[in-house]
């Protein structure tokens, strides 16, 4: 289960970090608040294909972070993009 997840210069996100809880979590917003980037950086922390089109604008690189937790085991941080 993803755990958390820190996103930094990706597209039209600047910098974020999100917790999620057990269960159900929602993502909501408006019309190009990041939510479809959300998605992408998962994708990208299990092994997607990085472009990049989707460093933001006028930054140099992007980065994307995610802690796992699975079967009761430590946390597992993982690093993408």
Do not use: Y
């Not at 999100?18 to 979590?25: A, R, T």
């Not at 997607?48 to 980065?63: K, M, N, Y």
């Amino acid at each position: 289960m993803l755990r958390f997840l820190r996103i930094d210069h990706l597209a039209v996100i600047d910098a974020v970090q999100v917790e999620f809880e057990p269960g159900l979590n929602v993502l909501t917003g408006e019309t190009g608040a990041g939510k479809s980037m959300l998605v992408e950086a998962v994708g990208l922390l299990m092994g997607g294909r990085a472009s990049a089109d989707l460093i933001r604008t006028g930054e140099s690189q992007a980065s994307v972070q995610g802690v796992f937790e699975i079967g009761g085991l430590p946390p597992v941080p993982v690093r993408g993009a």
